[in-house]
């Protein structure tokens, strides 16, 4: 035979992978950071990798997520929430969660609107590539790093000597 012939119960399948796979996206999505509730962990960044995979034991969507940072106390309400929110759609029978050790997580994979919505709701601000800091509130960049530890482990304070503000720095 000289043609491959397309099997057409191979191209549904795909097809229906690909949609389940999209839904898994959005469920996962649709899961807040326990620390910032109107940030999606997915605009955070976490989110690295996810298939979905039917075998004799039914439909099983993996995901791969990094932490913000490994001593996060948060990480397994993270996992059990994205869990509970992919397995109710109909098509999945099972979600895995894994910690990926790489790639390590940096600011960069923050979408834009979620930075804007830490500095304007939390005002937590990130530290740029040269290592300087942003003021949330006012703009400046005369932000200026504090001794003390921040809140958590994930997090330090600094304060803004142009607006007086405290800011939270996410590292
Ligand atoms: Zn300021």
Known sequence: MSTELI???TEAFESDA??????????VAAV???????????DLGLLESLSVV?????????????PTFSGCPAL??????????????D???????????????????LTNGAQTRLANDYTVVLRRKDGSLLCPVCGSDAVVDQAMAGPTRCRSVAWC??????VEVMR
């Open 76 to 89: 397994d309400m993270i996992a059990s929430d994205v869990r509970a929110s992919v397995e109710l759609i």
């Open 161 to 166: 000597p142009s607006c007086r503000n405290p």
């Open 91 to 109: 098509a999945v029978d099972r979600c895995e969660v894994t910690w990926l050790a790489g790639p390590v997580w940096d600011s960069t994979r």
């Open 54 to 66: 039917t075998d004799v034991d039914g439909t099983v969507a993996r995901i791969g997520l990094i």
């Open 32 to 42: 807040p950071d326990p620390e910032y509730p109107d940030v999606s962990i997915v």
């Open 7 to 9: 099997d057409p119960t």
């Open 18 to 27: 690909a949609t389940v796979e999209t839904s898994a996206r959005a469920a």
